[in-house]
């Protein structure tokens, strides 16, 4: 029977695999990260649909890295000239020329590092932006599902997959399609990967921390802007990356 505590009990050993597995890949990802910030650049993340999740986990919130832009197909029409009407297209994500404007419109440093987020790892969006960050020589971290990228085709004209290109892989340990309940007539039900990913951005957060402190620097992190003093705080950090960091309701 499916139920909320069946779920529950379905999610633990997830997570606890992921934190297991993952330790390494997260501390090369950290490194790169780290690097990247210390030395003046900025976190650009980016994820086409529920993966946006992930992107949203590390951007402008409390308790987070201040240096971080999200990177959204939201951006072709925001940022960029698109009319509204594109957005209304499911397949949007699946067009490699749409990652073009993305990462022009983000007009990221050389220093920048970037975090791209597909559970699939499929899709041209995804897979084109990742080609276009190596061939401008930024770290490239993905965050994806080894098991379902592995079990499905590329759409990508290169044959490539986002896992393909990076520099490190963070595997979300999220199942192929996803859901973790198996339904009696078929298919499954409540998804996982937005959990894992959750996790994965605080497991990166953390560790990105970690190595400021190490170094013996203080690392630019939001305050809630729900508490006094958070919006002094946090406009004095984001001020030192001027005309950098878009942030948007």
Do not use: W
Not at 68 to 94: F, I, M, W, Y
Not at 161 to 179: C, E, I, K
Not at 180 to 209: D, H, I, K
């Amino acid at each position: 029977m499916i139920s909320a505590q069946r779920y529950a009990d379905a999610v633990r050993p997830v997570l606890d695999r992921l934190v297991d597995t993952q330790t390494e890949a997260v501390d090369r990802a950290a490194d790169l990260i780290a690097g990247g910030l210390r030395a003046g650049g900025v976190l650009q993340a980016f994820g086409a649909g529920h993966s946006e999740a992930f992107a949203a986990e590390l951007v402008a919130r409390a308790g987070g890295l201040v240096p971080t832009n999200r990177l959204s197909l939201h951006d072709l029409v925001l940022h960029g000239d698109a009319p509204r009407d594109v957005l209304a297209d499911p397949k949007l994500e699946r067009d490699p020329a749409v990652a073009h404007q993305l990462y022009a419109l983000a007009a990221p440093q050389p220093r920048d590092v970037f975090v791209v987020a597909s559970q699939s790892g499929i899709n041209g969006s995804v897979v084109e932006l990742a080609t276009l960050v190596k061939e401008r020589g930024h770290p490239l971290i993905a965050v994806t599902s080894v098991e379902h990228t592995a079990r499905v085709a590329p759409r990508h004209p290169s044959g490539h997959r986002l896992a393909d290109l990076a520099d490190v892989v963070l595997d979300n340990g999220a199942p192929y399609g996803d859901a973790l309940l198996p339904l009696e007539g078929g298919g499954a039900v409540c998804a996982v990967s937005s959990v894992t990913a959750a996790l994965l951005a605080q497991l990166l957060t953390a560790e990105v921390v970690r190595r400021f402190h190490q170094a013996g620097e203080v690392p630019p992190i939001y305050l809630s802007a729900n508490v006094p003093g958070g919006d002094e705080h946090n406009l004095a950090l984001e001020s030192r990356y001027a005309g950098r960091l878009r942030r948007t309701a």
